[in-house]
């Protein structure tokens, strides 16, 4: 079959994975890998190989990613396409951080990082500098994660990515809330909440008020973390999110809590 057959697969497959159908974009992409390797074109085989490890990705099978992923590394080696072998290391790098190991995880970032800074392509160091500031958070080092967040805050304010911006500041604003630093945090938190808003990022908006009402919560303000707790539950109420249940749950709490304290006072 020509590779015109497995571009029209690959477009079908991409088609189900922006619909978030994952069975039906991986059977898609499946035939277009077996057009691919009879074919035998390798920047084919890269795309659609990346296409299923993307999915499997998204759909939690990350060891099978991590083979496709692999598979794509190897090819775009023998192609000398350096920035494509930066992304596929970031790829690989957002599985390890799925995973928890962020060792791994901080190996292919730093990797990747090193082919991606001379192409100057500011969107990838973007994303990437706010995975490593994830992974020096998460390894309890903030200083370092402050450092890499601000440096994607500045990349998003050039490329004019306001989702990007608001993004980076909830990132601060959550590093400095581990450091206690609630001044710092709440303002981070409020601009990205302003940001959000003008966007109309309702995802956004819920994630911003959730940030600010954990901070709240710890400055023992818990009628404001409350209030902004109910918007982000009927936000996840609205889209039917994941932590619906848990945030339902925190909310009759804080409620309970503020119930008790009002009657106190």
């Known amino acids: 079959m020509p590779t015109s057959s497995s571009d029209r697969l690959n477009q079908i497959g991409n088609e189900y994975f922006g619909r978030g159908l994952y069975t039906e974009a991986y059977d898609y992409y499946q035939q277009a890998l077996a057009c691919d390797r009879q074919s035998g074109d390798r920047r084919a085989l890269v795309v659609t190989l990346g296409n299923l490890g993307n999915v499997c990705a998204v ?6 990613a991590q083979q496709y992923y692999q598979e794509v590394l190897e090819l775009q080696k023998i192609l000398g396409d350096e920035q494509g072998i930066g992304t596929t290391l970031v790829n690989l790098g957002n599985l390890r951080t799925d995973a928890g190991e962020w060792a791994r995880a901080r190996a292919y970032y730093l990797e990747a990082l090193e082919l991606l800074m001379p192409a100057g392509d500011d969107a990838a160091l973007a994303v ?10 998460e390894t309890g080092d903030y200083e370092q994660a402050l450092a890499h ?8 304010r050039r490329l004019g990515n306001q989702a ?14 581990l450091r206690k630093r609630y001044d710092d945090a709440a303002a981070c938190a409020l601009t990205s909440l302003g940001i959000s808003r003008r966007l109309r990022d309702e995802l956004r908006v819920a994630g ?7 901070i ?6 818990i009628a404001e973390a409350a209030e902004l707790l109910e918007r982000v539950v009927a936000i996840d109420r ?16 804080l409620r309970e809590r503020a119930g008790r304290e009002a009657h106190q006072a």
């Open 149 to 156: 967040y601000e440096r994607s805050l500045t990349l998003m």
């Open 238 to 253: 609205k889209h039917q999110l994941p932590k619906l249940e848990e945030n339902t749950r925190r909310l009759e709490a």
């Open 59 to 64: 759909s939690g099978r990350r060891e099978q």
């Open 164 to 177: 990007g911006v608001a993004d980076a500041y909830r990132m601060i604003g959550k590093t400095y809330a």
């Open 208 to 214: 911003a008020c959730y940030l600010l009402a954990g």
């Open 128 to 137: 990437l500098c706010s995975n490593l500031g994830l992974v020096a958070r």
């Open 216 to 221: 709240r919560e710890e400055e023992g303000k």
